[in-house]
């Protein structure tokens, strides 16, 4: 579960799908809150590694000195902007959200649906302006949040989302995938923060070496797979992540239905 979490967090391919999936194929339970706790604090591994690989980005990000008016840079102001739709719509649905789209078959159609904004996106969006993160304007950060909404569906994936709304928003694939690492930091740690506090009475002492691992095995592939996947994106389009996703959709409706 550590390596799947850490492989797929930081591409456009759903890592809660994969999670989803793949506890499906292991036969855990994913109704337990043990499980559930097990996924939040190996997404928490996945998170650490994005802060261990951008903490100077994230430093300059709380440089008050720059007039944010001015615009020199990306700065806080940005990531507050991507986080206030999904963080709003989160909050108010989520329940709902956990109760009917976390599943096998709702993941399944989103994968399907996921690709096919992937697909739209590399062919039809308007001319790149920001190939930077410091080129990036308030407005496509905001932009870019607002696609991040169809990422509270499990299977849609935030990178995939995220990466769709940049482009449309005339952002670079490699400056909008880190400028989703960078707000998937937030938004990961406020809603794995909420599961965790849910699911403390839950916890005990012997649960500790498997957390551990899985934290830990999460933590050392999601560094290594950030720096594939920007090694990726000179290469590769978002449209052969799309058809992974349909292959794995496939493959799953077989297995699962």
Request: net charge positive; no cysteine; proline share 4%.
């Amino acid at each position: 579960m550590g390596i799947i979490e850490g492989l797929t967090e930081f591409l456009p391919v759903s890592s809660t799908g994969h999670m989803i999936l793949t506890a499906d194929l292991l036969g855990l339970n994913t109704e337990n809150d043990t499980v559930k706790t097990f996924e939040v604090i190996v997404q928490l591994g996945a998170v650490m590694a994005v802060v261990v690989l951008y903490w100077r980005r994230f430093l300059s990000l709380f440089d008050f000195r720059r007039k944010i008016s001015s615009q020199p840079r990306l700065n806080l102001l940005h990531i507050i902007l991507a986080m206030i739709p999904a963080g709003l719509i989160g909050v108010l649905f989520r329940d709902v959200i956990k109760q009917y789209l976390f599943g096998p078959e709702t993941v399944l159609y989103s994968l399907v649906i996921g690709g096919l904004l992937m697909i739209a996106a590399e062919k039809f969006h308007p001319p790149i302006r920001s190939h930077t993160l410091d080129e990036i304007t308030y407005k496509q950060a905001f932009t870019i949040g607002v696609f991040q909404v169809l990422a509270l569906w499990p299977g849609f994936s935030r990178s995939g989302s995220t990466m769709s709304g940049g482009l449309f928003a005339r952002v670079s694939h490699t400056a909008a995938a880190e400028f989703t690492f960078l707000v998937s930091v937030p938004v990961m740690l406020g809603a794995s923060g909420i599961d965790m506090i849910k699911s403390m009475d839950h916890l005990s002492m012997s649960d500790f070496p498997v957390f551990a691992a899985g934290f830990i095995t999460s933590f050392i592939v999601g560094m290594l797979a950030i720096k594939t996947f920007l090694g990726l994106l000179k290469r590769l389009s978002l449209t052969t992540f799309a058809i992974y996703r349909f292959v794995l959709a496939a493959v799953f409706f077989f297995i699962i239905l």
